[in-house]
């Protein structure tokens, strides 16, 4: 596609719910990024993967958060037993490996609400 | 602390008038810095990057980065209603695929 494509644009979930989180990375890239937005505040880093190789998680705040890319393209990002400090915008962004902080393209995410 | 410090505003300036918006970091490590603007329930897009210090000029947009300082600044020339959006510096030790640190953002409104 000509973007980053993530699902849903929105989900409330309720407390001690688990959710999945779907994104869709522009063809080709090899890079793909999420990051956890909270209200008011900038994109904080949750993982990366090259390819299907996750290559960095130290970002998940916790072992309710994974991720997983295992075709190499479309990834999803589940968090288990939702609390409300997961609440935020949830985005993710790729890249070409030989263009990476440059060439980031970012989803437009899915926004979490826990109830 | 956090390693990035950016005023989130909200700032509000009339159509026309030179916007300038701040960030200061703590990370001495930080060589790469790049500005973002981000539309309500959109993605960020990215408007400049510079590597290192000095100034980079892309239309009515400018970037500055003084190492020394720990400081980089974005100025916005004749500023129009559609420029209206958040603003987030973010930045990085490396380049490669290392993760982006951000600043929490500045709310821009320009009024016509």
């Known amino acids: 596609g000509a973007g980053v494509s993530q699902s849903p644009r929105y989900k409330v979930a309720k407390r001690g719910q688990d959710v999945a989180l779907r994104c869709d990375p522009i063809s080709g890239h090899v890079s793909l990024f999420w990051y956890q937005q909270a209200l008011g505040q900038g994109p904080e880093f949750l993982t990366y993967?090259?390819?299907?190789?996750?290559?960095?998680k130290s970002g998940l705040p916790s072992d309710r958060f994974f991720a997983e890319r295992p075709e190499g393209s479309v990834s999803t990002l589940k968090i288990q037993r939702t609390q409300q400090e997961d609440s935020a915008v949830y985005l993710c962004a790729s890249s070409l490996e030989d263009r990476t902080l440059w060439g980031y393209t970012f989803g437009s995410g899915t926004r979490l609400t826990v109830v | 602390q956090k390693e990035v410090e950016q005023d989130p505003g909200p700032l509000s300036v009339p159509e026309g008038a030179i916007v300038s918006l701040n960030c200061t970091y703590s990370?001495?490590?930080?060589?790469?810095f790049m500005w973002y603007r981000q539309y309500s329930r959109k993605g960020p897009e990215l408007l400049m990057y510079?590597?290192?210090?000095g100034n980079k000029e892309d239309g009515r947009f400018t970037a500055q980065v003084d190492k020394s300082s720990k400081y980089i600044s974005l100025f916005i020339r004749d500023s129009q209603p559609s420029d209206s959006a958040t603003y987030l510096c973010a930045m990085s030790a490396g380049s490669g695929n290392t993760p982006l640190v951000f600043g929490k953002g500045t709310r821009l409104s320009v009024i016509a």
């Open positions: 510079t590597y290192s210090s």
């Open positions: 990370n001495s490590a930080f060589q790469y």
């Open positions: 993967f090259q390819n299907e190789a996750q290559l960095d």
